[in-house]
């Protein structure tokens, strides 16, 4: 069922191609932070408290970055791709504090939760004020298509959050649905931020739709990843916090699979553990055991590299390029996390 | 200490303004009303479910009301007007359902606040669907200049909250604080909501200023009214739901002129209802007694007159319109509704 990510292109196998994104965007994105951080400033001090906490709490900051390539990969630097690489990074961040009110999570990024340390409350306006700043920061550009293409995201983000929440612990949820959630939550900001790059870059339509298509593809490949990697990844081994989606009842994929094969009996461990906020590890474990009885995790992943596959394959109209190489390295180590 | 509002000009006074604003505005508002519904569906049906319950509840639609009043007074219509009226609506009820899941409010506009039928987790993430959608409706008018007025007034708004929340049960925050906490929450999109409707309907710089001092001075005043009537206004007369600013520890200003006047007792008395969501009607009661004793509900209703003033004075340089006797008229009402 494993299905090779190098369908299209022959290429030295990558490695650490996130920190070699780091490096040839490195002088933009000290402008992008430098953005940042001056746009996360207020007179409220507790505005930049809790935006610096999280904001500068060791996220790659893989989403600007790849607006930034973008840009980079078609050559003409307007200068917009800096407003909308930190917009995007704004936005995100946005949904990072929303999410964690929503899904009541007490870490992220390996220390608290914003909420954990300044409560729910600042964490939901502070999230608005990020969402205001960001399109504060698209409206300078004086871009409005570009502003379109993040403003529908934007709402789409939304959707797909609601969406999720409808579902949680619907036993009835299927492929289709899960396809839907990880497509709206997180596939469309990583095809914005690209999208954007492209155009503040100056491509042609056609390189705009590529760009698209790979940031669109990617973005569910790395979706299918963390839902994978939730539960321990292709093998499903058990560590730190594994189990999170499922104590809180997230339909994904590795779940789905399974109830869709489990005889009754397993159906009926997974729906006692589904949502259940207090299960046990060896819940947890008994539910990854179904798992790999039915082969859901490295199905998962399957489903991942396919969605890779169509990213990389996106890039093949254009022209070779360092940058463009890179961006396809950056998909493969992106899937090889959970390798 | 009683200010006349009718500084300026002579008029007859005003009645039922609002109700004879939605009358002259009848027709565009019904487009508004419309793109207002069709922008709140969504394929996933918890999002316009949430959404109409809120957005139909029977607000009167002031902000809206006032963005096409706006631009019907200078007379250019440009069709933008329509988006940004439903814009400013989305944004407002987004606050909405972001402020009553941060002061944990039950009710809203009568009914049960949507939390209370759907949770926290929905309000929050439909509040920032609408948000999104809000974004989408400017960005189809092309008009960046106004999208900028708008995309500043929704990150000052948050802030604005923050500030709110970081001065809870504060007894040092002052006047000047008070001051800030309303511009931002709510006076800038009153301004906002003006502006952009003078812009979409052709004004000069000179009109634009207008309005936007016009919205800012009626947003103030609004604020200031609503913060006397949630004592039971100028006679602080106890009603249902009255004190519920004290129980949330809200520093409004009928509490922080008492603050200054009050001895210590009387200070005891008031800082240990503050913010004590289980606070008595009879230790409401008392707060309120003390209020009487410093007289600092009229004065909080003369300093909304004094705002009230200034909106109309706002408008002073423009030419004799029944639109513009109308604003005025709008204003007076806004103030009435505390006497």
Chains 1, 2 share one sequence.
Not at 162 to 188: C, H, M, N, P, W
Not at 189 to 206: I, P, R
Request: proline share 1%; net charge negative; with cysteine.
């Amino acid at each position: 069922m494993a299905v090779s990510v190098q369908t299209q292109t022959k290429r030295v196998p990558a490695s650490n191609a996130v920190e070699r994104l780091l490096s040839a965007t490195a002088d933009d994105m000290a402008r992008v932070n430098a953005l940042i951080l001056d746009r996360a400033q207020s007179h409220v001090d507790m505005v930049p408290e809790l935006a610096r906490y999280l904001i500068e709490s060791g996220g790659k900051r893989l989403r600007p970055m790849l607006t930034v390539a973008a840009a980079m990969l078609f050559g003409r630097g307007t200068g917009a791709a800096i407003n909308f690489a930190a917009a995007v990074e704004f936005m995100h961040n946005a949904t990072l504090l929303h999410d964690d009110v929503v899904d009541e999570s007490d870490m992220r990024r390996g220390k608290q939760a914003a909420r954990m340390v300044w409560g729910n409350k600042a964490s939901i306006l502070v999230g608005d004020f990020l969402l205001g700043q960001a399109f504060m920061m698209m409206v300078e550009t004086g871009d409005i298509e570009s502003l379109g293409v993040l403003s529908a995201a934007s709402a789409v983000m939304a959707e797909g959050e609601v969406f999720q929440l409808a579902k949680t612990g619907d036993l009835e949820t299927s492929e289709a649905d899960y396809a839907e959630v990880i497509r709206a939550k997180t596939a469309v900001l990583f095809k914005a931020a690209c999208e954007v790059g492209a155009m503040s870059g100056g491509a042609d339509a056609a390189g705009r739709e590529a760009l698209a298509n790979y940031g669109l593809e990617l973005g569910n490949a790395f979706q299918l990843v963390d839902d994978a990697l939730d539960y321990g990844g292709q093998s499903g081994t058990l560590g730190k916090n594994v189990g999170d989606d499922l104590r809180e009842g997230k339909m994904t994929l590795p779940v789905i699979l399974a109830l869709a094969d489990a005889t009754d009996a397993e159906r009926h461990i997974i729906a006692g553990a589904l949502g259940k906020a207090d299960a046990s590890e060896f819940e947890v474990q008994q539910v990854v055991g179904i798992f790999n009885r039915y082969d859901t995790l490295s199905r998962t992943l399957d489903k991942a590299r396919r969605h890779a596959a169509s990213a990389i394959a996106a890039l093949d109209s254009l022209p070779t390029s360092e940058m463009k190489t890179l961006l396809a390295d950056v998909v493969e180590d992106s899937v090889g996390r959970a390798s």
